[in-house]
Protein backbone atom coordinates (compact mmCIF):
# COMPACT_ATOMS: atom_id res chain seq x y z
CA UNK A 1 0.00 0.00 0.00
CA UNK A 2 1.79 3.30 -1.02
CA UNK A 3 -0.79 5.36 0.35
CA UNK A 4 0.08 4.32 3.91
CA UNK A 5 3.54 4.81 3.38
CA UNK A 6 3.01 8.26 2.38
CA UNK A 7 0.97 9.32 5.10
CA UNK A 8 3.30 7.75 7.46
CA UNK A 9 6.04 9.41 6.29
CA UNK A 10 4.28 12.55 6.22
CA UNK A 11 3.00 12.02 9.58
CA UNK A 12 6.77 11.20 11.01
CA UNK A 13 7.88 14.44 9.07
CA UNK A 14 5.43 16.61 10.84
CA UNK A 15 6.17 15.12 14.37
CA UNK A 16 9.74 16.03 13.59
CA UNK A 17 9.26 19.26 12.93
CA UNK A 18 6.36 20.36 14.37
CA UNK A 19 5.74 18.09 17.22
CA UNK A 20 4.73 18.91 20.99
CA UNK A 21 4.39 16.28 24.01
CA UNK A 22 0.70 15.66 24.98
CA UNK A 23 -1.13 13.83 27.32
CA UNK A 24 -4.06 11.83 26.10
CA UNK A 25 -6.94 11.09 28.86
CA UNK A 26 -9.64 8.42 29.16
CA UNK A 27 -12.19 8.35 32.29
CA UNK A 28 -12.31 4.79 33.57
CA UNK A 29 -14.51 4.73 36.25
CA UNK A 30 -16.29 7.13 38.21
CA UNK A 31 -17.46 5.48 41.69
CA UNK A 32 -19.29 7.59 44.16
CA UNK A 33 -19.80 5.82 47.83
CA UNK A 34 -23.09 6.84 49.10
CA UNK A 35 -22.28 6.11 52.67
CA UNK A 36 -18.95 8.00 53.11
CA UNK A 37 -19.48 10.59 50.03
CA UNK A 38 -16.11 9.35 48.82
CA UNK A 39 -15.40 10.43 44.93
CA UNK A 40 -13.03 6.99 43.41
CA UNK A 41 -12.24 8.60 39.76
CA UNK A 42 -10.08 5.88 37.77
CA UNK A 43 -8.34 7.65 34.42
CA UNK A 44 -5.38 6.19 32.35
CA UNK A 45 -3.18 8.30 30.44
CA UNK A 46 -1.08 8.11 27.60
CA UNK A 47 2.01 9.93 27.14
CA UNK A 48 2.69 10.79 23.52
CA UNK A 49 6.07 12.39 23.00
CA UNK A 50 5.24 14.19 19.57
CA UNK A 51 1.84 15.80 18.36
CA UNK A 52 1.38 17.83 15.80
CA UNK A 53 -0.48 21.07 16.83
CA UNK A 54 -1.65 22.65 13.77
CA UNK A 55 -2.83 26.93 14.88
CA UNK A 56 -5.26 27.35 17.66
CA UNK A 57 -8.21 29.58 17.25
CA UNK A 58 -8.93 31.90 20.41
CA UNK A 59 -12.23 33.53 20.30
CA UNK A 60 -14.33 35.72 22.94
CA UNK A 61 -18.13 34.57 23.27
CA UNK A 62 -20.79 35.96 25.11
CA UNK A 63 -23.64 33.57 26.83
CA UNK A 64 -26.69 34.60 28.43
CA UNK A 65 -29.21 33.42 30.37
CA UNK A 66 -32.10 31.60 28.84
CA UNK A 67 -34.45 33.99 30.98
CA UNK A 68 -33.83 36.46 28.40
CA UNK A 69 -34.46 35.01 25.03
CA UNK A 70 -37.93 33.27 27.50
CA UNK A 71 -39.53 35.94 28.64
CA UNK A 72 -37.98 38.89 26.81
CA UNK A 73 -36.34 40.41 29.82
CA UNK A 74 -33.82 43.57 29.21
CA UNK A 75 -31.58 42.26 32.17
CA UNK A 76 -30.54 39.04 32.65
CA UNK A 77 -27.18 36.78 33.64
CA UNK A 78 -24.27 36.43 31.06
CA UNK A 79 -20.56 35.95 30.75
CA UNK A 80 -17.53 36.30 28.44
CA UNK A 81 -15.15 34.06 28.52
CA UNK A 82 -12.11 32.80 25.78
CA UNK A 83 -12.12 29.46 24.10
CA UNK A 84 -9.42 27.99 22.20
CA UNK A 85 -9.94 25.46 19.06
CA UNK A 86 -6.86 23.39 17.97
CA UNK A 87 -6.21 20.62 16.36
CA UNK A 88 -3.97 17.86 17.01
CA UNK A 89 -2.85 15.10 14.54
CA UNK A 90 -2.12 11.93 16.61
CA UNK A 91 0.16 9.21 15.00
CA UNK A 92 -1.82 5.40 15.37
CA UNK A 93 1.61 4.52 16.18
CA UNK A 94 1.76 6.12 19.60
CA UNK A 95 -0.97 4.50 21.36
CA UNK A 96 -1.40 0.89 22.11
CA UNK A 97 -2.45 -1.22 19.02
CA UNK A 98 -6.28 -1.88 18.64
CA UNK A 99 -6.99 1.54 20.64
CA UNK A 100 -9.99 2.81 19.92
CA UNK A 101 -11.14 6.71 20.00
CA UNK A 102 -13.75 7.61 22.50
CA UNK A 103 -15.81 11.14 22.11
CA UNK A 104 -15.42 11.54 26.46
CA UNK A 105 -11.18 11.67 25.98
CA UNK A 106 -9.38 14.61 26.32
CA UNK A 107 -5.73 16.11 25.92
CA UNK A 108 -3.32 17.54 27.83
CA UNK A 109 -0.68 20.42 27.48
CA UNK A 110 0.85 22.57 29.20
CA UNK A 111 -1.04 22.40 31.78
CA UNK A 112 -4.20 22.80 29.89
CA UNK A 113 -7.02 20.28 29.36
CA UNK A 114 -8.60 20.20 25.92
CA UNK A 115 -11.92 18.28 24.98
CA UNK A 116 -12.19 16.63 22.33
CA UNK A 117 -15.07 18.04 20.18
CA UNK A 118 -14.84 16.20 16.52
CA UNK A 119 -12.71 13.07 15.56
CA UNK A 120 -11.87 12.14 12.10
CA UNK A 121 -9.67 9.08 11.15
CA UNK A 122 -7.08 8.97 9.15
CA UNK A 123 -6.56 6.97 6.04
CA UNK A 124 -6.03 3.25 7.02
CA UNK A 125 -6.58 4.32 10.63
CA UNK A 126 -2.86 5.73 10.56
CA UNK A 127 -3.93 7.98 12.75
CA UNK A 128 -6.66 10.99 14.42
CA UNK A 129 -6.86 14.45 13.22
CA UNK A 130 -8.59 16.11 16.65
CA UNK A 131 -10.52 18.89 16.80
CA UNK A 132 -10.55 19.91 20.51
CA UNK A 133 -11.78 23.06 22.70
CA UNK A 134 -10.24 24.62 26.12
CA UNK A 135 -11.12 27.50 27.98
CA UNK A 136 -9.29 30.30 29.39
CA UNK A 137 -8.50 29.90 32.99
CA UNK A 138 -10.18 26.45 33.38
CA UNK A 139 -9.38 23.55 36.07
CA UNK A 140 -7.20 21.34 34.24
CA UNK A 141 -7.59 17.97 36.22
CA UNK A 142 -4.62 16.93 34.92
CA UNK A 143 -3.36 13.79 36.31
CA UNK A 144 0.31 14.36 37.72
CA UNK A 145 2.01 11.19 38.75
CA UNK A 146 3.14 10.54 42.21
CA UNK A 147 6.85 11.14 42.90
CA UNK A 148 7.87 11.12 46.53
CA UNK A 149 11.40 10.72 47.79
CA UNK A 150 12.64 10.07 51.53
CA UNK A 151 16.08 9.84 53.05
CA UNK A 152 15.97 6.91 55.54
CA UNK A 153 19.10 6.43 57.60
CA UNK A 154 19.89 3.78 60.03
CA UNK A 155 22.47 4.48 62.56
CA UNK A 156 23.82 1.67 65.03
CA UNK A 157 24.19 3.50 68.86
CA UNK A 158 24.44 0.48 71.86
CA UNK A 159 23.43 1.83 75.05
CA UNK A 160 24.12 -0.15 78.56
CA UNK A 161 23.41 0.63 82.25
CA UNK A 162 25.82 -1.18 84.71
CA UNK A 163 24.65 -1.85 88.21
Given at each position: ?38 NTVTKQVYLIRKAIQLP ?108
Open positions: MPNVKFIRDTLYQLKKDYGVPVKYGRLIKNQLNLETGMTKLQRKFVQDIAYLAANKNFTYGALFDEKVSIFIIDARDLPRGFLLNMDDYLFMGHQRFVVQLAEILEHNCGWLLTVKSHEGANPFEVQPLRHQSRLQFQQEVRYVLN
